[in-house]
């Protein structure tokens, strides 16, 4: 069995495949948590009214994803109760060892934003409500109610600033995820100072098309008309990173087989053979060209909202589909060649196991259920919903 | 049950005391062991060594001795695919094309499994940590568990490492595995814990044929020094700037 899996010559300690799908879940996760913000950004900072409705849902997505960043990697280390020592203990040179403070950080702004961007309404509710809800609101109110049109204002400035503060640390959250594999020369498929960029575009995108696929969901959950300029404003956004996305992408290939260095044939192999379907089927041809020409046809067809609506919708979820792929032949696809450049390897899934595929589709369904929560206690749907009519 | 919050305080108090107590003992009886076992104390000074490893390629007869000794020594499972060190056999055929392999890592030897006729060239290359002078291991080591001895040994704390294997996907040469038991990342340790007493790494030993060699850098006399002195040598991968200390004499440009 174990003989059908190698090809060539893969060095003695390589038989084991070390990160698995887990790992492919973590930068899928930051990068759906870095996007989602980015696109509230576009309101809160670049100021396009146009994104308003999802401006604050874009928030809660974020934070429901973020909470869940960490397990897959928590679930992963042999040693998970040292896991804070990456805090305490930090080793500089080490990429990894920002995660903690990143991480930290970014749950700070994020929080903080939540916070600011519904404190009027938070206020509102702990007024307006008896019992445990008021006492839930009036702590999350901080017991200050102050909702005068001045101090409002001061909110709006201080959200704007933190935003401001948000998009690079999103930005960084993000791009040091694609250093962990970027900075490691001993794999060539990793190994290029294009992988952080790489992965904060894909990363933009999917976030965005997550958010699209969560709005469209929720208004037909609570059957409510879609603001179709927002929509629109979003495949618009989605379309411009895809093509940052797609070039990036390609110019790393590119490069890679133009300069033909001496890992070319291993790296060959691995887009021929390893990975050739997830590779040019699913993250470019799926992922990326069709729902670049779908999202095309959608920004310049005339009325017909509801085919636009639908096209916009199979474009996003091909776009989440296909970062997956992304992150899948990035993590995997490195550990598919062996560091000899003489074979490779196959990483075999399996279901039930701490690594396997099912605490990954666990943690994937988490964030689910954390939004569901979070906008029961904050809802969102005034933005969504008053916009529209 | 009929316990008063008294004698419930009383207990529970009692648990956590005595818990704590015998941790903390536990662990100084821990800690002063290993320390006694795996840091220069003693007569040892880390400061006077500085260890190198000369691999002469031209000896090596694929015996896989070195490979059994190293398991045997450092309580490396025999039945998982790990290994600290390794032979890798290459065999050109006469059609041009390369065949490598190291079956369980040489352990059980070489089968002839291609006709001597068909094969136009063949040689053996031992494998080991290279305990690089700019380890790319320990760079990556997010919490910094492992580390570089100031004799030059990379060594891992195993009471320290988060088992995150960030350093496994960073060396270069598959010298580094995830040890199943401890639930951390394993590797060559040049036997530190006999080369600290005088002796060598038992795959210098086993070496029937004197393919392994180890010595002290910082001694002008040594066996490596001479072999530096006078042999054309070369490391694996010099172009990734991690600077082995495990020196090739006879590298094939097959290696890598």
């Known amino acids: ?389 | 049950m009929d316990i008063s919050r008294r004698e419930f305080t009383k207990f529970g108090c009692r648990v956590i005391i005595g818990a704590a107590a015998g941790t903390a003992i536990i662990e100084s009886i821990v800690t002063n062991s290993s320390a006694s076992e795996n840091s220069p104390a003693g007569e040892y000074d880390w400061n006077e060594h500085y260890w190198g490893y000369v691999v002469d390629t031209r000896k090596c007869i694929g015996c896989g001795r070195c490979a059994n000794a190293c398991k045997l020594e450092n309580d490396v499972p025999f039945d998982e695919p790990v290994y600290r060190t390794w032979v890798e056999r290459y065999r050109t055929l006469k059609d041009g094309e390369v065949k490598i392999d190291s079956p369980n890592g040489s352990i059980d030897g070489f089968i002839d499994d291609i006709p001597a006729e068909d094969i136009k060239k063949a040689f053996y290359v031992p494998k080991i940590c290279n305990h690089c002078d700019n380890p790319p291991c320990v760079q990556v080591c997010p919490v910094g568990a492992t580390y570089e001895t100031r004799d030059g040994v990379v060594l891992v704390d195993y009471d320290y490492c988060i088992g995150c294997r960030y350093c496994i996907q960073g060396c270069p040469y598959g010298a580094r595995y995830f040890n199943s038991e401890k639930k951390t990342a394993d590797k060559c340790t040049w036997c530190y814990h006999r080369i600290t007493k005088g002796l060598l790494p038992a795959c210098v030993q086993a070496c029937p044929v004197g393919a392994r060699k180890f010595g002290d850098l910082k001694d002008p006399d040594s066996i490596i020094n001479k072999i530096l002195d006078e042999e054309r040598i070369n490391v694996l991968k010099p172009d990734l700037g991690t600077k082995p200390k495990v020196y090739y004499i006879g590298l094939d440009r097959e290696v890598r």
């Open chain 1, 1 to 389: 069995m174990m003989e059908n899996l190698i090809w060539g010559y893969i060095y003695p300690n390589e038989a084991e495949i070390q990160w698995s799908i887990l790992i492919v879940l973590y930068p899928y996760i930051t990068g759906l948590v870095a996007g989602a913000f980015i696109a509230s950004s576009l309101y809160h900072v670049f100021g396009k009214k146009e994104v308003k409705p999802v401006a604050r849902f874009a928030l809660l997505t974020a934070l429901s994803f973020l909470l869940v960043a960490m397990m897959p990697l928590l679930a992963h280390l042999g040693h998970p109760e040292r896991g804070i020592e990456i805090m305490f203990t930090p080793h500089l040179t080490s990429a990894m060892s920002g995660f903690g403070y990143i991480y930290s950080f970014y749950l700070i702004v994020v929080v903080l934003e939540i916070w600011l961007s519904f404190r009027e309404d938070i206020v509102k509710l702990a007024l307006n409500s008896k019992g445990w809800k008021e006492l839930l609101y009036s702590a999350l109110a901080l017991f200050s109610y102050d909702i005068s049109e001045k101090a409002l204002h001061d909110d709006e400035k201080l959200a704007k600033k933190l935003a401001i503060i948000g998009i690079p640390s999103a930005a960084f959250l993000h791009g040091y995820v694609g250093f962990i594999f970027g900075g490691i020369k001993a794999n060539p498929w990793w190994s290029t100072p294009l992988m952080p960029l790489i992965f904060l575009m894909s990363a933009i995108v999917s976030g965005i098309a997550l958010l699209i696929l969560l709005y469209i969901a929720s208004m037909k959950l609570r059957k409510h008309a879609i603001d179709h300029k927002c929509l629109q404003s979003l495949a618009h956004y989605l379309w411009i990173f895809l093509i940052l996305d797609v070039v990036l992408e390609l110019l790393e290939i590119i490069s890679m087989k133009y300069e033909s260095l001496e890992e070319i044939e291993i790296i060959n192999r691995l887009l021929s053979e390893k990975i050739a379907f997830t590779f040019y089927g699913v993250q470019l041809t799926m992922g990326i060209f069709i729902p670049f020409i779908l999202l095309l046809l959608a920004g310049i067809m005339k009325n017909r909202q509801t085919l636009k609506m639908i096209m916009i919708s199979v474009s996003s979820i091909l776009v989440v589909i296909g970062v997956f792929a992304m992150r899948w032949n990035v993590v995997i696809g490195g550990q598919e060649i062996s560091k000899s450049l003489s074979g490779t390897l196959t990483y075999v899934p399996v279901f039930f196991s701490r690594e396997g595929v099912l605490p990954a589709i666990i943690i994937l369904v988490i964030p689910f259920i954390i939004l569901r929560v979070v906008t029961y206690i904050l809802p969102p749907w005034k933005d969504m919903e008053e916009e529209s009519e």
